[in-house]
Nanobody, 118 residues
Framework: VQLQASGGGLVQAGGSLRLSCAAS????????MGWYRQDPGKRHELVAT???????NYADSVKDRFTISGDIAERTVYLQMNGLKPEDTSVYYC?????????????WGQGTQVTVSS
């Protein structure tokens, strides 16, 4: 499984960015894709996820500002980030969690830097 992420960058507070992630080499019939972010020395923090049935989940800190969407057939996920704040600055990682029965397998893309200036 390969995850190709794009869309990070530098933006002023209040601005917007859109992250994209495309998965290839996967045939999971049940899977979840999403975005996590990680600061140096810290664990991955959930940002938003979407299941292939369309169910979404957001961190409280990004609700009402970020929107995750996906193209199920293309196994592509998008994260529209509006109203960005300096505290959103981090390295964002695309994740795919594929299920074989109830057993998940995690896959990560390369990180993409998001920097929000005040």
């Amino acid at each position: 499984v390969q995850l190709q992420a794009s869309g990070g960058g530098l933006v002023q507070a209040g601005g917007s960015l859109r992250l994209s992630c495309a998965a290839s080499g996967t045939t999971f019939s049940r899977y979840e894709m999403g975005w996590y972010r990680q600061d140096p020395g810290k664990r991955h923090e959930l940002v938003a996820t979407i299941v292939n049935d369309g169910t979404t989940n957001y961190a409280d800190s990004v609700k009402d500002r970020f929107t995750i969407s996906g193209d199920i057939a293309e196994r592509t996920v998008y994260l529209q980030m509006n109203g960005l704040k300096p505290e959103d600055t981090s390295v964002y990682y695309c994740n795919l969690k594929g299920y074989l029965g109830d057993i998940p397998a995690n896959f990560w893309g390369q990180g993409t830097q998001v920097t929000v200036s005040s």
